[in-house]
């Protein structure tokens, strides 16, 4: 078990957090952020947007009062949304901001649980005055969030050293082929089409009505690290209608639906044969024309999003049609060149695997300290 000091919140005095906080939320509609203002404008979401107003100037706690209920420490000047609830410590010769927003960090798994609502669970100025908040001596504190604190910086390096990989590929892709906005290499151009064999649709609700399916929508992509994250398993028969493609290892699949996120994910073998939404466009190499590894670079570079969202139809639900996406026009350099840096691909991606076992790691060893410094006395 992992942990940082022997004595637990137990042994330590307890206060409510009304009394030594001053709660309050914030005054601002959701969309009067402004993606080039000078301030941090915190919502409910766990990224931080844009304001160009300030509204408060203080080291504090944020929490979401509805939704992901996230929680976020900030000091100094920022704006933040209506359902969004702002801690200031009062004394802080009782309590850090920076431990109030560890053990907040911990606790906030109970937030959810005591939420509220419908389809959108939100949680009560009383649920937070209420908490009983544990308060060991400063120098304990501190130590405290020294050590979480250095964990955290163990996470963010290799959550850069990610990025560089990512970059990396990137920065081949270009060197090896140039931007595919302008082709400066002079290779073929053909359809994205004419590069992929066809893909048939299939009825799972007839054809597997009996047996479970593992289904893969918009949702089960992480945009960010372009992999499948989350698949769901169904019977057959209560399929959505929009389960009809099967995908094979190497498939590409594109999101047709807010193009501007670029979901886009290669199919690994771990996938292969799983039935997927006709949400996605799915692109399925001919290997005799084009490798998978350039195709899945293509589908993730700026020239292959602005095309697609140059092309959307609809305001509030933006979606491209799937000849928008296969009738886009790439370079198709010689199966050779493709070939090779496909295999440099490979092993960047084996080291950038390395790097995310690395971080995932150092993300079990933080949750563990949160837990069994805050937590292991308060759920008994």
């Known amino acids: 078990m992992v942990t940082i000091f022997k004595n637990s919140p137990g042994e330590w005095g307890i206060k409510k957090l009304g009394e030594i906080a001053k709660i309050q939320t914030g005054k601002l509609d959701v969309n009067a952020e402004n993606i080039n203002g000078k301030y941090p404008f915190f919502t409910c979401s766990k990224e931080i947007h844009k304001i160009n107003t300030w509204g408060y ?227 399925r190499p001919n290997k005799d024309i084009i490798n998978e590894k350039y195709l899945f670079e293509i589908s993730k570079s700026d020239y292959f999003i602005s095309n697609l969202v140059s092309k959307c139809k609809g305001a509030n639900y933006p979606a491209v049609n799937k000849p928008d996406v296969l009738g886009l026009e790439i370079p198709v350099p010689p199966l050779d060149f493709q070939n090779k840096f496909a295999e440099i691909v490979q092993k960047l991606e084996e080291i950038k695997e390395k790097q995310i076992k690395s971080k995932e790691e150092m993300n079990e060893l933080f949750d563990c300290c949160l837990y069994n410094t805050f937590m292991s006395e308060l759920v008994k």
Do not use: H
Not at 101 to 122: C, D, E, M, P
Not at 199 to 220: A, F, R, T, V
Not at 239 to 255: E, F, G, M, N, Y
């Open 57 to 283: 100037d203080c080291e504090c706690v944020i929490v979401a009062g509805n939704a992901d209920l996230n929680i976020k420490y900030y000091n100094g000047k920022f704006n933040a949304y209506q359902r969004t609830y702002i801690i200031e410590i009062v004394n802080k010769r009782i309590v850090e901001t920076k431990y109030l927003y560890y053990f907040l960090s911990a606790y906030v798994n109970i937030l959810r649980k005591k939420s509220t609502g419908g389809v959108i669970k939100y949680i009560r100025l009383v649920d937070l005055t209420d908490i009983d908040l544990p308060i060991p001596p400063l120098n304990i504190q501190r130590q405290i969030v020294k050590v979480l604190e250095n964990i955290e910086i163990g996470i963010n390096l290799r959550e850069k050293a990610i990025l560089e990989t990512e970059n990396l590929i990137k920065s081949v892709f270009l060197d090896t082929f140039g931007n595919p906005l302008d082709n400066p290499k002079d290779w073929d151009i053909k359809e994205i089409k004419k590069t992929c064999l066809k893909i048939s649709n299939i009825i799972p609700n007839k054809s597997l009505s009996d047996e479970y399916i593992n289904y893969i929508d918009i949702s089960s992509i992480d945009n960010k690290s372009k992999k499948i994250v989350n698949v769901k398993k169904i019977k057959g028969e209560d399929a959505p209608i929009r389960a009809r493609q099967k995908v094979l290892k190497d498939d590409i699949l594109v999101a047709i639906v807010r193009p501007n996120l670029n979901s886009v994910a290669l199919v690994s073998k771990e996938y292969n044969n799983m039935v997927v939404s006709t949400g996605f466009c799915v692109l």
